[in-house]
């Protein structure tokens, strides 16, 4: 599901009418436990590069900008997180008068090691499932979250995006990881 919208998004604006189009079609009314089957499936290819990955590899440069591995691991597992709780704010009707302000490209810690990384893409597994639990029959009401990079989506919309946003790290951290084989055969 994730796929064909990450490939949609690799376009010049991820707000482009083909992301939107792909997104929509995917994450629409009673989609929340397919999704979450999927986000299930990328979090276990995420522990896993993350496992292969060598020690010292975790503070080469990779993912955003200057940051190191550590540190768009970290991003991803807390967009993962924050994403979707969005989403359930806004499917429970609990969205707070106040809300935050999306900033984009927060990095984690920069020396987490690889059990911290670990135990944050955990927490983010729990909080996913929180979540499309709360959004499903709910995918597709409004959701007020308006990120500067996004706009506004969906509650389902935000859950199936959460994937669309691992699957690019994903294939940074292979990327990585493959360039480290290479080195070392």
Excluded: Y
């Amino acid at each position: 599901m994730a796929a064909p919208a990450w490939l949609a998004a690799q376009g010049p604006r991820i707000r482009g009418i083909a992301f939107r189009r792909e997104i929509r079609r995917r994450a629409g009314p009673g989609t929340a436990a397919l999704i979450l089957a999927q986000q299930e499936a990328i979090a276990d290819a995420l522990g896993a590069v993350l496992s292969e990955m060598p020690g010292p590899l975790l503070r080469a440069p990779g993912g955003e900008g200057d940051w190191n591995v550590a540190q768009a691991f970290a991003h991803t597992t807390g967009a993962r997180r924050w994403l979707a709780h969005a989403a359930a704010l806004a499917a429970r009707g609990e969205w707070p008068a106040e809300a935050p302000r999306v900033v984009p490209g927060v990095p984690g810690a920069a020396d987490a090691d690889r059990e911290a990384l670990l135990t944050l893409l955990a927490k983010s597994r729990r909080s996913l499932a929180a979540s499309a639990e709360a959004v499903a029959g709910h995918e597709a009401d409004p959701c007020p979250l308006d990120h500067p990079l996004v706009g506004r989506l969906r509650c389902g919309e935000w859950l199936l995006f959460v994937g669309v946003h691992d699957l690019m790290h994903l294939r940074q951290l292979h990327a990585l990881r493959a360039g480290a084989a290479s080195h070392d055969g």
